[in-house]
């Protein structure tokens, strides 16, 4: 049971980390979510802050954790999303995407395949930061202080019963009014941790930073699937 959840065995599963980082910035990014009166005014300024970057670059630490089938992953990985652009790199595989092809080069196997985006599926930044802007309820749980830092401690249920998870957790530095954590607890017992250790906007982005460059790589397959 425990291979199913390494990260380097699947690009399923890739995908659908992909997926869980890309809704952290959704939440981030939506001002509009069904909220108290408190909550929705975080929100907001999370949105209003967030939204005034052209771009964002984050690093973090992952963990996947499910007590009952003692399963403890942890690994570290970075994105950088600029509209429909976007990069991701995590356990030896990168998802690179111009807004037109993506790559997904797998370090191990030595191949890159590209594809076109589909336009049906929801692995598009800016088609996942609409969708996910009604979909939660939201609730301020506490304010505390860590370190010196007083955090948010927000929690987000979906209204979607199908979505395929409880709830998420989301914790806000309040001075910066920035993401500093996101934990996704599904129906299967699963917690997704992401610790973010490193948050910036508007960095310098090489003219080629969301395209694949096959020399950079020596010997690379190229597998074009469109």
């Known amino acids: 049971m425990k291979e199913q959840y390494d990260l380097c065995k699947t690009n399923i599963n890739l995908m659908k980390?992909?997926?869980q980082i890309i809704l952290l910035l959704a939440i981030a990014l939506s001002g509009s979510l069904q909220a108290q009166p408190n909550s929705q005014k975080i929100l907001d300024d999370l949105a209003n802050k967030t939204n005034a970057a052209k771009n964002i670059k984050v690093a973090f630490s992952y963990k996947m954790d499910n007590a009952e089938a003692d399963i403890h992953e942890i690994t570290?990985?970075?994105?950088v999303v600029s509209g429909d652009k976007y990069q991701l790199k995590i356990a030896g595989q990168e998802i690179i995407c111009d807004g037109k092809?993506?790559?997904t080069y797998i370090a191990d196997a030595e191949e890159v395949q590209i594809n076109e985006v589909n336009e049906d599926e929801s692995f598009s930044p800016t088609k996942l930061l609409s969708s996910y802007s009604d979909d939660y309820n939201a609730t301020?749980?506490?304010e505390y202080t860590e370190n010196n830092r007083a955090y948010y401690l927000m929690k987000l249920v979906p209204k979607d019963k199908n979505s395929g998870f409880e709830?998420?957790?989301l914790?806000?530095?309040k001075d910066k009014m920035q993401l500093a954590a996101f934990n996704l607890y599904d129906f299967d017992h699963n917690i997704f941790s992401y610790l973010i250790k490193e948050?910036?906007?508007n960095v310098a982005l090489g003219e080629n930073?969301?395209?694949?460059?096959a020399s950079k790589y020596p010997g690379v397959d190229i597998i074009d699937m469109r």
């Open 101 to 103: 092809t993506i790559w």
């Open 17 to 19: 980390l992909f997926k």
């Open 199 to 201: 948050y910036l906007t």
């Open 167 to 169: 709830y998420v957790h």
């Open 209 to 213: 930073a969301f395209t694949f460059d």
């Open 171 to 173: 914790i806000i530095e």
């Open 140 to 142: 301020l749980e506490k």
């Open 76 to 79: 570290e990985g970075s994105l």
